[in-house]
């Protein structure tokens, strides 16, 4: 069954200091892998797509990595704004839909 | 281009009545997707189209639910009878083809009471 695990579900920094959430996931080939920010009360924007093993895209302050098994969204010297519920979703091969399959997400606060 | 836009931003209703939920997606694109989104379970879709024809509908939880796209720039989701477990937030998302990233509504936030 394909499947989306993230870690940790929350994490607290001090502004400035970086860090990494995990998304480890299962599936039966991996056509896409996607992050997404949400803010309290708003829909999911969409941040990275990742396509294959070896793979990064940077946007500011975060930087998305793929392998095989799992993504990493690294955050550089986060401020408050960054403060967010971090989403990844897998699109699998095998499925030939658009079915996007999520993570429960990680709710960072990036404390001044 | 506006995004895709749902109507209306909050819903509360009682227990047995019908709602309605609408979506506009992004102009051109030619996928749209419903998801349901509760701190128990996640998002979780419920249906999507391709052209406005129903792909995947196995995610919609029961014959109570039911979505239409009778045109490219236009889909519902209805819930008859409404339950109150069926309180949560519906988002709509379009795509333009597969694999490609989705664009999110801001939500309706459905309390069933």
């Known amino acids: 069954e394909d499947q989306v695990t993230q870690s940790p579900e929350a994490l607290r920094l001090q502004e400035g200091e970086s860090s990494s959430l995990n998304c480890s996931y299962t599936?039966?080939?991996?056509?896409?892998l996607f992050w997404y920010r949400q803010d309290p009360g708003k829909g999911p924007e969409f941040l990275f797509t990742l396509y294959s093993a070896g793979e990064e895209k940077e946007k500011e302050r975060l930087k998305a990595t793929l392998t095989k098994k799992e993504s990493f969204l690294h955050i550089t010297a986060p401020k408050p704004e960054d403060s967010a519920t971090y989403l990844c979703?897998?699109?699998?091969?095998?499925?030939?839909?658009?079915?996007?399959?999520f993570g429960q997400g990680t709710t960072l606060q990036v404390k001044p | 281009d506006a995004g895709v836009i749902q109507s209306p931003r909050h819903e509360v209703t009682e227990m047995g009545q019908e709602v309605t939920l609408r979506c506009k997606p992004i102009s051109g694109h030619d996928y749209l997707f419903w998801y349901r989104q509760t701190m128990m379970r996640g998002l979780e879709l419920l249906i999507y189209f391709n052209n406005n024809v129903p792909i995947d509908d196995s995610g919609m939880p029961e014959d109570r639910f039911s979505a239409k796209m009778p045109n490219a720039s236009f889909s519902t989701l209805k819930i008859q009878p409404s339950e109150p477990r069926d309180s949560a937030v519906y988002f709509c998302?379009?795509?333009?083809?597969?694999?490609?990233?989705?664009?999110f509504g801001q939500g309706t936030r459905l309390t069933v009471v």
């Open positions: 599936v039966s080939g991996l056509r896409g």
């Open positions: 979703a897998v699109q699998a091969r095998s499925s030939n839909t658009g079915k996007l399959i």
């Open positions: 998302a379009s795509s333009l083809g597969v694999p490609t990233e989705a664009f």
